[in-house]
């Protein structure tokens, strides 16, 4: 077909299903950015906890021990040096950092050890033997425990990968987003 040839209609034809195919991921596309704006929706990625769709709720109470919550990790150099290492994902947080969706494994007050397993006030919580290497094979150290400082937050995921306060310590509960509730999800 030359520039000025009229296209014919077998060719028009064949052009709308990829036209639709186009207008509708577009669509998709736009209700989704929407939605994670508006209504605090966020796509899950990393294996630590079911992927797919999650949704941001607001905090009516404080949070508790057991809470699943969404969290902005601080700007330290071990969450720095995880970002660099591919432990995080790019966002909106503070350093450029996306928000986590960990469980509240303890607050304030409380005592972590971590050894063989992690300690809350003696009692050790399942799943939660940090490991020496990553899946790279490079170095992790882990937190070194202590008291929970008021006002913060030891997170853990039962996923033997994650990274999560066993590395980096407990974070300041100010960065609490909201809990996170499971939209569309499914577990690997």
Known sequence: MTPREKPTPAKVRQRRPALALIAASCGTALAVII????????????????????????????????DMVFVCPP?????????????????????????LIKTVAAVGG??????GDVTIDGRPIESSNPVSRDGQGRP???YAGGTVPAGFLFLHSPFPGSWDSRYFGPV?????????MQVLTYAP
């Not at 994670?36 to 404080?62: F, H, K, M, Q």
């Open 140 to 142: 992790l150290r882990p």
């Open 110 to 115: 409380q005592r972590i050890d971590v050894t």
């Open 172 to 180: 300041p509960a100010s960065g609490v987003l909201g809990f996170a």
């Open 35 to 66: 939605g994670g704006v508006v209504g605090g929706l966020r796509i899950n990625t990393t294996p630590s906890e079911p992927l797919g769709l999650w949704r941001i709720a607001r905090l009516d109470r404080p949070v508790h021990v057991g």
């Open 75 to 99: 700007v330290t150099e071990t969450v720095s040096e995880g970002f660099a290492r591919g432990y995080l994902r790019a966002g909106l947080c503070p350093g450029g950092f996306g928000p």
